[in-house]
Nanobody, 120 residues
Framework: QVQLVESGGGLVQQGGSLSLSCAAS????????MGWYRQAPGKERELVAT???????VYADAVKGRFTISRDNAMNMVYLQMNSLSPDDTAVYYC??????????????WGQGTQVTVSS
C-alpha cells in the first residue's frame, strides 16, 4: 500500500506565506503524478495543483501566480509553496498521489489532510 505523509499546515495571516510538503512511501512501483487538493467548509474538494514526473503542472485559476508546486521524484515528494495567502485559501489541504503499486496496478492515494487557516 502507498502512504502519504503531509506537513506544513497551520495558521497564517493574510498576505503571508506557507509551504506544504508531502512524502509518499510504501509499495510504490512508480508514481505517475502528485498534487494537492483542498476542501473548504461547505464546498467540495477541488484541485489546487498537480505535477507529473516530467514536471508538467496544472494549477487552479484561483491560485495561479501565487502558488507553486514542485516535486522531487527521487524522494517521492511534492511541495506546495503558497504566497499572498487570502482567507479564501482557508481549507483542508490533501496530498494526492497517482501511483503504480506494481507493474500493472495503479490507483489514487490520499493523505489525511492538513488544515490551512488564513486570518484577516
Amino acid at each position: 500500500q502507498v502512504q502519504l505523509v503531509e506537513s506544513g499546515g497551520g495558521l497564517v495571516q493574510q498576505g503571508g506565506s506557507l509551504s506544504l510538503s508531502c512524502a509518499a512511501s510504501g509499495s510504490i512501483f512508480r508514481i505517475i503524478a502528485m498534487g494537492w487538493y483542498r476542501q473548504a467548509p461547505g464546498k467540495e474538494r477541488e484541485l489546487v495543483a498537480t505535477t507529473n514526473a516530467g514536471g508538467s503542472t496544472v494549477y487552479a485559476d484561483a491560485v495561479k501566480g501565487r502558488f507553486t508546486i514542485s516535486r522531487d521524484n527521487a524522494m517521492n515528494m511534492v511541495y506546495l509553496q503558497m504566497n499572498s495567502l487570502s482567507p479564501d485559501d482557508t481549507a483542508v489541504y490533501y496530498c494526492n498521489a497517482r501511483a503504480y503499486s506494481d507493474y500493472v496496478n495503479h490507483g489514487d492515494y490520499w493523505g489525511q489532510g492538513t488544515q490551512v487557516t488564513v486570518s484577516s
